[in-house]
Nanobody, 123 residues
């Protein structure tokens, strides 16, 4: 069993930065064999992969490369988002699974999810 509790987000202007956090707890974390990721979902669209980390590696969607950074420190997953654009507006979700070394990019690859936090970027 895994618990993911998000914090952060809000309303910002284009060019600003936002720091999202996701506190992780449960047996899967203790095992050390996991993959963590961030997804986002804009109104009327499907949930899409943003960034992920596993076995010391990271993966990003093309549109956020160089602007977003994913990290896992102890029991907290972070997403640092810089140079935000209006098209980054969405509900952001953290996610976790029991895979090791393979960073899935589909929502169905993950069985545990945070509650979601809104990030709104105004132009």
């Amino acid at each position: 069993q895994v618990s993911l509790v998000e914090s952060g987000g809000g309303l910002v202007q284009a060019g600003d930065s936002v720091h999202l956090s996701c506190a992780v707890s449960g047996r899967l974390l203790a095992s050390g064999l996991w993959t963590v990721a961030w997804f986002r979902q804009a109104p009327g669209t499907e949930r899409v992969f943003v960034a992920g980390s596993s076995a010391g590696r990271t993966k990003y969607m093309d549109s956020v490369k160089g602007r977003f950074t994913v990290s896992m420190i102890k029991n907290t997953l972070y997403l640092q988002m810089n140079s935000l654009k209006p098209e980054d507006t969405a509900v952001y979700y953290c996610a976790m699974n029991g895979e090791w070394g393979t960073i899935g990019t589909r929502a169905r690859d993950y069985g545990s999810w945070g509650q979601g936090n809104q990030v709104t970027v105004s132009s």
